[in-house]
């Protein structure tokens, strides 16, 4: 395989930086998803901890050297759920965290960042919006900015559950992942590729937010005005060509699915998993329903990777679900 930005050494010697709550999370085969889907499903739970995401394995790695350096000050755009990660592990290690955030985003996890001690500065725009006003902060500030996907430690940490997934010696044959920047999808498909390269490594985006897959299906940067998901996680316009020329070399598939599908798989997940997910975490599932034929009689492994919702909305969304009961 050729070389991605990613280093397999470093990302082993990353699990000594991340704290032990984020680390070796549950992955167990979930059979009863299995008749509604007709194939063999495990889950990959990177729901239970502080901050109910993947994301602080790589926060931890940022907070971690910034405070090895001396530095205190740090900046991020984010989502929601990046903003979390960067204010829990910032806290711990006195580091003074200022989060950019869509005006429009999840409320909760809106609330979370402030009760988690970071500053947070809303924008009347999308997540680009808060990337271009985190950038502007960084540099009139000269402070240390955390761009998701791109900083190297945000993939490597991500891709510190590629090593828990290739540790098990996998019996799956398939890893579906949620893709939104991509460091989700390059961390955990670099380590996959470099340990288990006969396990299929394919990205799930939704149809209204297709930058990225567009991106690796072209082989070439492809950016779109606007976004309409419910999936706000995910919710991308602008592809970094460094991760996209990561993801090339690392997935096997793009998929786009739709938003009736991804609301049927959180409904399916709370149903037969016990699990409330945002709707970036429900995208493996939707991606099995809406591929049946291509995925019958096949293991697969489903990354569950946040589940920071806003309970009305989530409510409507798994009101109005259609279910297929087994």
Request: aromatic share 4%; net charge neutral; charged share 25%.
């Amino acid at each position: 395989m050729q070389k991605t930005r990613l280093d397999t050494a470093r990302i082993r010697a990353a699990r000594r930086m991340i704290d032990p709550v984020f680390l070796n999370t549950p992955l167990y085969r979930c059979e009863a998803l299995e008749p509604g889907l007709g194939c063999a499903v495990s889950i990959k739970l990177e729901t239970a901890n502080p901050v109910r995401s993947f994301k602080a394995r790589g926060t931890e790695l940022v907070a971690s050297q910034l405070a090895e350096n001396g530095s205190r000050d740090v900046v991020c755009a984010s989502a929601g759920n990046l903003g979390q990660a960067l204010a829990w592990s910032g806290r711990g290690r006195g580091l003074a965290v200022t989060v950019v955030a869509s005006r429009f985003a999840t409320r909760a996890k809106l609330d979370r960042i402030r009760a988690l001690g970071a500053r947070l500065e809303l924008v009347d725009g999308d997540h680009e919006m808060a990337r271009e006003r985190a950038a502007a902060i960084a540099r009139c500030d000269g402070i240390r900015l955390v761009e998701d996907s791109l900083d190297i430690e945000t993939c490597e940490g991500a891709a510190t559950i590629g090593l828990e997934l290739a540790d098990t010696g996998p019996s799956f044959d398939a890893v579906l992942i949620a893709l939104g920047g991509g460091a989700l999808a390059t961390g955990v498909g670099h380590v996959v590729k470099a340990m288990a390269p006969e396990v299929e490594v394919i990205c799930v985006q939704p149809l209204g937010a297709p930058a990225m897959t567009h991106s690796w299906r072209g082989r070439r940067v492809v950016t779109t005005d606007s976004t309409n998901t419910i999936a706000d996680g995910v919710a991308g316009r602008r592809p970094i060509p460094a991760v996209l020329d990561d993801l090339l070399l690392v997935a096997d598939d793009a998929l786009l699915v739709q938003e009736a599908s991804i609301i049927t798989g959180m409904r399916m997940l709370l149903d037969h998993a016990g699990l409330v997910v945002e709707p970036s975490a429900a995208l493996g599932i939707a991606a099995i329903l809406e591929n049946r034929d291509r995925f019958a009689g096949r293991h697969l492994v489903t990354i569950v990777c946040g589940s920071n919702v806003d309970v009305d909305a989530y409510h409507r969304w798994v009101g109005a679900a259609p279910i297929h009961r087994s």
